[in-house]
């Protein structure tokens, strides 16, 4: 006989009883170990509907969007086909600068990246993996990532991320973002990042096939939508590898517990890191980073030793007036070549080009 | 109106309807007469009644829209009062329902570090949309929530100690600054900055209960108490949000010093008239640690890692390396074994030497007890960061560990019991 006391618990349970009822398999997409994986499948079983409505388990993108929304302060936009998500700047993120770090930068679009692929329904391990991608045991890795900051944010500021992918092919996916600065809308940063597809156990390279597309295609915009499209555009130049002798080095680099992630390969954010380092300190002093854009080739293990080496790309140019801290456009532009590579047998982990601008005076 | 019915949202109300509004006021609040391991205690014991409480904090809400999630509208329905719905008169197979599902639950929480964030009302997003923060208490204590990002997430899918300290170090700011006492850069009162003084802090004490996954939202508190003549306590709480259950608690200790002379100083009078009337009356959330460690160098450590450098990232607006670096670089050199198997159950800090970016850094770490206490229990080690070639102590430390899955057979005791 219900009692005044039970009809909470009753109707807490009868919602349970009904999102276990119908939705069996939600367990099994996310139990293999993957980071980050807990909040998708408990979020199918602690589905808060009417007691009566029926849960299915493959459309997530209205509940399940709902909810991951609200947890994250982020959503899918209207049209289901990007997807924007809102952060405070916190004080250990900001930089000698006062400003936040291009690393923090990298984790956020990292971040609304994981989320976006979360909210659409895709296990997120850093890889945002679709169904079938799972079953082959195949994983999105970053081949490229490019990213231009024309402002960076200060502490307690909040920019607004928003980010979409689109099919590059048969070869990859292509992620997009855009930042913001959520106070007056100004775009203050912009990146694009190519990924590929690899088979985690025999860690080579692998087309999309129809399927795995067709799985993701659906998120993305049809039209072609690009962060960077003007013509020319900096993402898409080519990076020369930058050859012996470098004009600056900083040598054994070593990966840090923190730089891991479960798998215990090094975080893509790290290696941004590790370019940095071998930039001189008169350069971190009087200017900031406008672009950097690095090249993916081989991963580095927690074990590795890595170089990283760093030429000003007028040094190279043969002809110009070895003036290294001007362009001859008079742009005002500061530029770097830039290699990681293994410090024990040489082999090219990471390639990139920066850009630096001279800091703005202060106010 | 609002802030009341959050709290009573954030903290399990064990006491039935019509005052559990009121008392949660209290019973969150009364910031003078709260002892923390007290409190901490209620939170364990009320997590019985976990289920229960959360579908009926919002009814409390008299059904404003303060965002409640759908799902418990429905429990509106049924508890303000309409005697004879569907639901009512369901019959008593319900109840056999329930007990399979709460079984199965437990299960299920036991599998997958389940952390009920889906139960999470939504009146923090609405109150406090970005994590700014706010002074509660009468002006006491700051409070703050902190959405655990994912690369904010250690190796073992929970939220890296590092992660944890920097909450802390956040709120701190967030405070001095929310009590309009953030002087120039980070460290100062104005006053101090007129002195070029800033604070300095000596000792950090954590302790963690345990340790939050992706998603999931803390709500951290903190507040300042005299410590001694000169020096000042900053202590801390951190809660999740949703069920109100202690996390970690944490405790600092400050002194002051100045830039020019990097001295050591006593507290100007006019700089105790600015914080004094922030300083609050209770005990330190941590009794003190202060245990005599023996000596530890290379020789008598069992684990050392050399040739740690600051990156640029590590370094603050004042190009030291910030504070929170250096249990990175300690937990480098804690063996593998203990990293993999165990979690950090305390951790205790105390600061010696600043360091800066060209400094090159030697981490040592001992095992108290030896290699033999790895293979069960509580492992306790003793660690030293300092400059390489035997050079100044930068940072010592004491560090307890715990099996990693410790706490999932500890709460299948406080797991719900209600089954009718």
Redesign the interface.
Same mark, same amino acid.
């Given at each position: 006989?219900?009692s005044r006391g *039970?009809?909470?618990?009753?109707?807490?349970?009868?919602?349970? #009883?009904t999102t276990?009822c119908t939705v069996p398999n939600s367990?099994s997409v996310d139990?293999s170990s993957r980071?980050?994986s807990?909040?998708f499948?408990? $979020?199918s079983?602690?589905? $808060?509907?009417?007691?009566v409505m029926a849960v299915k388990t493959d459309e997530r993108v209205g509940v399940d969007g709902t *909810?991951a929304d609200?947890?994250?302060?982020g959503s899918l936009t209207e049209d289901g086909l990007s997807y924007k998500e809102?952060?405070?700047i916190?004080?250990?993120e #900001? =930089?000698?600068? $006062?400003t936040a770090?291009v690393?923090t930068i990298a984790?956020?679009l990292?971040?609304v990246g994981?989320?976006h692929a979360q909210s659409v329904g895709f296990s997120?391990d =850093?890889f945002a993996t679709t169904t079938t991608m799972r079953k082959l045991h195949l994983i999105w890795v970053t081949s490229r990532m490019h990213i231009e900051i024309y402002r960076y944010p200060a502490w307690?500021d909040?920019v607004e991320i928003e980010t979409w992918c689109q099919g590059e092919g048969r070869i990859g996916t292509r992620r997009d973002w855009i930042i913001k600065d959520h106070s007056n809308g100004e775009v203050i940063g912009r990146a694009t990042s190519k990924w590929v597809m690899m088979n985690s156990d025999t860690r080579r390279l692998q087309k999309v096939n129809d399927d795995i597309r067709d799985e993701y295609l659906i998120y993305c915009p049809k039209a072609l939508r690009l962060a960077f499209p003007e013509e020319n555009n900096n993402s898409l130049k080519k990076i020369a590898k930058l050859e012996d002798p470098a004009e600056y080095s900083t040598l =054994?680099l070593?990966p840090?517990?923190?730089d891991?992630?479960?798998n215990?390969h090094v975080?893509n #954010?790290t290696y941004i890191?590790w370019v940095?380092?071998s930039i001189p300190q008169e350069v971190?002093d009087t200017h900031e980073l406008q672009t950097i854009t690095l090249d993916y080739r081989r991963e580095c293990q927690h074990d590795d030793v890595v170089d990283s080496l760093t030429s000003s790309e007028s040094s190279l140019l043969k002809g110009t007036n070895g003036c290294a801290y001007s362009k001859p456009d008079g742009e005002n532009l500061s530029q770097f070549l830039h290699l990681l590579r293994s410090s024990g047998d040489g082999l090219e982990l990471n390639r990139g080009r920066t850009e630096w601008r001279k800091k703005p005076a202060k106010k | 109106m609002v802030a009341t019915a959050a709290t009573a949202s954030l903290f399990p109300i064990s006491s039935s309807q019509p005052d559990s509004a009121k008392n949660s006021g209290k019973h969150g609040g009364s910031f003078g007469n709260v002892d923390p391991r007290g409190l901490k205690s209620k939170s364990r014991s009320s997590n019985g009644l976990q289920v229960k409480t959360n579908a009926q904090a919002p009814a409390k809400v008299n059904g404003t829209r303060i965002g409640v999630m759908d799902g418990l509208k429905t429990d509106d329905n049924v508890t303000s009062g309409a005697p004879r719905t569907f639901i009512n008169q369901l019959p008593d197979w319900s109840m056999l329902l329930a007990a399979i599902t709460t079984i199965f639950l437990a299960a299920e929480k036991q599998w997958m570090m389940l952390d009920w964030k889906t139960k999470r009302p939504d009146m923090l997003a609405d109150l406090d949309p970005f994590g700014f923060g706010r002074i509660v208490e009468d002006g006491f204590v700051f409070r703050q929530n902190f959405s655990i990002r994912s690369y904010e997430i250690g190796a073992d899918r929970t939220a890296s100690v590092e992660t944890l300290m920097n909450h802390l170090q956040e709120t701190a700011l967030n405070h001095v600054k929310n009590a309009g006492l953030l002087g120039d850069g980070f460290g100062s009162t104005p006053e101090m900055s007129k002195r070029n003084l800033f604070w300095v802090v000596t000792k950090m004490q954590v302790l963690v209960d345990r340790y939050p996954t992706w998603g999931d939202v803390v709500q951290v508190d903190t507040w300042v108490a005299a410590s001694g003549k000169n020096s000042m306590r900053r202590d801390w709480l951190v809660r999740d949000c949703k069920t109100g259950e202690i996390l970690t608690r944490a405790s600092s200790n400050w002194v002051m010093m100045n830039k020019v002379t990097r001295r050591l100083s006593k507290i100007p009078d006019e700089v105790r008239t600015e914080i004094e009337q922030y300083f609050v009356d209770t005990p330190p959330v941590i009794d003190d640690d202060s245990i005599k460690l023996p000596k530890l160098d290379e020789h008598t450590a069992d684990h050392v890692r050399n040739g740690l450098t600051p990156k640029w990232s590590d370094l603050d607006v004042n190009q030291h390396v910030n504070n929170v670096k250096y249990v990175g670089w300690i937990l480098e050199s804690a063996p593998q074994r203990v990293v993999e198997n165990y979690e950090l159950a305390s951790i205790t800090l105390e600061y010696r030497r600043e360091c800066m970016k060209d400094s090159v850094l030697q981490s040592l770490t001992s095992l108290l007890g030896g290699d033999a206490t790895v293979a069960t229990g509580v492992i306790d080690c003793q660690h030293l960061l300092r400059l390489e070639g035997g050079g100044g102590e930068i940072v010592k430390g004491r560090t307890k560990w715990r099996p990693k899955y410790a706490n999932r057979f500890k709460n299948i005791n406080h797991f719900p019991t209600e089954s009718g």
């Amino acid at each position: 006989m219900l009692s005044r006391g *039970l009809p909470t618990a009753t109707a807490a349970a009868y919602n349970d #009883v009904t999102t276990t009822c119908t939705v069996p398999n939600s367990r099994s997409v996310d139990i293999s170990s993957r980071r980050r994986s807990n909040g998708f499948a408990c $979020k199918s079983l602690y589905r $808060k509907c009417a007691p009566v409505m029926a849960v299915k388990t493959d459309e997530r993108v209205g509940v399940d969007g709902t *909810l991951a929304d609200r947890l994250r302060m982020g959503s899918l936009t209207e049209d289901g086909l990007s997807y924007k998500e809102r952060f405070i700047i916190r004080c250990y993120e #900001v =930089g000698i600068n $006062k400003t936040a770090t291009v690393e923090t930068i990298a984790n956020l679009l990292q971040e609304v990246g994981g989320n976006h692929a979360q909210s659409v329904g895709f296990s997120t391990d =850093g890889f945002a993996t679709t169904t079938t991608m799972r079953k082959l045991h195949l994983i999105w890795v970053t081949s490229r990532m490019h990213i231009e900051i024309y402002r960076y944010p200060a502490w307690s500021d909040v920019v607004e991320i928003e980010t979409w992918c689109q099919g590059e092919g048969r070869i990859g996916t292509r992620r997009d973002w855009i930042i913001k600065d959520h106070s007056n809308g100004e775009v203050i940063g912009r990146a694009t990042s190519k990924w590929v597809m690899m088979n985690s156990d025999t860690r080579r390279l692998q087309k999309v096939n129809d399927d795995i597309r067709d799985e993701y295609l659906i998120y993305c915009p049809k039209a072609l939508r690009l962060a960077f499209p003007e013509e020319n555009n900096n993402s898409l130049k080519k990076i020369a590898k930058l050859e012996d002798p470098a004009e600056y080095s900083t040598l =054994g680099l070593v990966p840090r517990r923190a730089d891991l992630d479960m798998n215990r390969h090094v975080n893509n #954010v790290t290696y941004i890191g590790w370019v940095l380092e071998s930039i001189p300190q008169e350069v971190i002093d009087t200017h900031e980073l406008q672009t950097i854009t690095l090249d993916y080739r081989r991963e580095c293990q927690h074990d590795d030793v890595v170089d990283s080496l760093t030429s000003s790309e007028s040094s190279l140019l043969k002809g110009t007036n070895g003036c290294a801290y001007s362009k001859p456009d008079g742009e005002n532009l500061s530029q770097f070549l830039h290699l990681l590579r293994s410090s024990g047998d040489g082999l090219e982990l990471n390639r990139g080009r920066t850009e630096w601008r001279k800091k703005p005076a202060k106010k | 109106m609002v802030a009341t019915a959050a709290t009573a949202s954030l903290f399990p109300i064990s006491s039935s309807q019509p005052d559990s509004a009121k008392n949660s006021g209290k019973h969150g609040g009364s910031f003078g007469n709260v002892d923390p391991r007290g409190l901490k205690s209620k939170s364990r014991s009320s997590n019985g009644l976990q289920v229960k409480t959360n579908a009926q904090a919002p009814a409390k809400v008299n059904g404003t829209r303060i965002g409640v999630m759908d799902g418990l509208k429905t429990d509106d329905n049924v508890t303000s009062g309409a005697p004879r719905t569907f639901i009512n008169q369901l019959p008593d197979w319900s109840m056999l329902l329930a007990a399979i599902t709460t079984i199965f639950l437990a299960a299920e929480k036991q599998w997958m570090m389940l952390d009920w964030k889906t139960k999470r009302p939504d009146m923090l997003a609405d109150l406090d949309p970005f994590g700014f923060g706010r002074i509660v208490e009468d002006g006491f204590v700051f409070r703050q929530n902190f959405s655990i990002r994912s690369y904010e997430i250690g190796a073992d899918r929970t939220a890296s100690v590092e992660t944890l300290m920097n909450h802390l170090q956040e709120t701190a700011l967030n405070h001095v600054k929310n009590a309009g006492l953030l002087g120039d850069g980070f460290g100062s009162t104005p006053e101090m900055s007129k002195r070029n003084l800033f604070w300095v802090v000596t000792k950090m004490q954590v302790l963690v209960d345990r340790y939050p996954t992706w998603g999931d939202v803390v709500q951290v508190d903190t507040w300042v108490a005299a410590s001694g003549k000169n020096s000042m306590r900053r202590d801390w709480l951190v809660r999740d949000c949703k069920t109100g259950e202690i996390l970690t608690r944490a405790s600092s200790n400050w002194v002051m010093m100045n830039k020019v002379t990097r001295r050591l100083s006593k507290i100007p009078d006019e700089v105790r008239t600015e914080i004094e009337q922030y300083f609050v009356d209770t005990p330190p959330v941590i009794d003190d640690d202060s245990i005599k460690l023996p000596k530890l160098d290379e020789h008598t450590a069992d684990h050392v890692r050399n040739g740690l450098t600051p990156k640029w990232s590590d370094l603050d607006v004042n190009q030291h390396v910030n504070n929170v670096k250096y249990v990175g670089w300690i937990l480098e050199s804690a063996p593998q074994r203990v990293v993999e198997n165990y979690e950090l159950a305390s951790i205790t800090l105390e600061y010696r030497r600043e360091c800066m970016k060209d400094s090159v850094l030697q981490s040592l770490t001992s095992l108290l007890g030896g290699d033999a206490t790895v293979a069960t229990g509580v492992i306790d080690c003793q660690h030293l960061l300092r400059l390489e070639g035997g050079g100044g102590e930068i940072v010592k430390g004491r560090t307890k560990w715990r099996p990693k899955y410790a706490n999932r057979f500890k709460n299948i005791n406080h797991f719900p019991t209600e089954s009718g």
